[in-house]
């Protein structure tokens, strides 16, 4: 009896002891919220870098295949498209027509941008069933918006070229 007393005893505090080095690891190993909002504003810095890396890439171009004067239609090719660019010489779509050059951008150029300057290594925009990003053009930019986090967004103005990720509070 007492044998059998000094078993049970040793096996409840044992079984206590697997129960909580199990709820410990669960804890432990439930990926911490803050480091991957970290992680994920890391990725969209490096694909905001990535979409500037290849404006500058195709305004250059712009400059060296033509007289650097004015919008100038399928003027570089890029992947399987050839890329259009507006009065300032930088690149704003593939689907223009000699008319629509001088309007502003939308949502399908902003999104024509995206495939055709970062080609197979780009985070996915919606529709794609993995897509991480939605796009807008909204007053003549385009605006890549995060699904995670509606705070983060990658915004391309045409006009200037530039290239800013943005983090809203």
Partial sequence: MAMKLYFSRHLGWALLLIIFCFIFFVIWSYPNQKARKTQYAKMLGV????????????????????????????LLKMGNSLVDF??????????????SLKLGITTAHCRELWDDLLQPMRPMITPEPRASLSVK??????VFTSLDYGNMAIEYKPASGSVQLQVYD
């Fill in 137 to 142: 053009a909204i007053q003549g930019k385009c």
């Fill in 86 to 99: 507006n009065q300032f010489g930088f690149p704003i779509g593939n689907s223009h027509t000699e008319d």
């Fill in 47 to 74: 694909s905001s870098n990535a979409l500037q890396q290849g404006i500058i890439y195709s305004h250059l171009k712009y400059h060296s295949l033509s007289d650097g004067t004015g919008a100038k239609l399928d």
